[in-house]
């Protein structure tokens, strides 16, 4: 079945450091792909998205790569701040059902100053 | 415009209790989905509610079941209570069934 497995964290690092989460996954036919973020003691945001191959999508400085052939979508920013601290889920729609998604674990950042 | 909130934020129970979780729809949104999301993991999909009609259902039991009422707000129910249903209760809402989701920041459920 679909399946999206993330790098293990936790993840640590110094603030302005070069941040790479891996995410690759399992799905049949070629679905939208997200990466939510959940703050400490907050619901989760979407992040950013991508809907078909070799998209980039981007926001907050967070950037990540719909890349069909590895069946990858890792996040990467070039510079996190102590604010980006926060778990980071990546998640693809569940095959034919819309708005109904499948997360991976999660990859907790921790961004020291 | 108020997004999606969630009742209780906290509450503990005891093995074979029942409970009864509580969401508001973000306004405008007809769509709203429950997850799981245990210590440390991704939140796993439980049902999702289309105009008050369950429409998809993750792999949990019939212990867990749900409502949508016509202002579109839901309850999620978990009957017969066991300790492993310990978790953070996510409520998402979006316009449609493929809609964005935006999630509430849930109800964290601890069984005794």
């Known amino acids: 079945g679909d399946s999206v497995t993330q790098m293990e964290g936790p993840v640590t690092l110094s603030e302005e450091a070069f941040l790479t989460i891996n995410c690759t996954y399992t799905a049949t036919g070629y679905p939208s792909l997200f990466w939510y973020v959940q703050y400490p003691g907050e619901g989760l945001q979407l992040l950013l998205k991508a809907t078909k191959a070799d998209d980039k999508g981007s926001n907050k400085g967070f950037e990540a790569t719909y890349r069909k052939e590895t069946t990858s979508f890792h996040l990467e920013k070039g510079s996190v701040q102590v604010s980006d601290s926060a778990v980071y889920f990546c998640a693809l729609p569940i095959y034919n059902q819309g708005g109904k998604l499948i997360f991976g674990q999660g990859t907790e950042l921790s961004v020291k100053p | 415009e108020t997004g999606v909130t969630q009742s209780p934020t906290h509450l503990i129970k005891t093995r074979g209790q029942q409970v009864t979780l509580r969401c508001s729809s973000q306004s405008g949104h007809n769509t709203v989905s429950w997850y799981q999301q245990a210590l440390g993991q991704g939140p796993q999909f439980i049902f999702q509610?289309?105009?008050?009609?369950?429409?998809g259902r993750g792999n949990f039991p019939p212990r867990f079941s749900g409502l949508q009422f016509p202002n579109y707000s839901s309850e999620l129910n978990v009957n017969a209570l066991e300790l492993d249903d310990s978790a953070l209760y996510l409520c998402a809402s979006s316009t449609a069934e493929a809609g964005e989701l935006f999630f509430g920041e849930g109800s964290r459920l601890t069984v005794l």
């Open positions: 509610y289309y105009r008050e009609e369950e429409n």
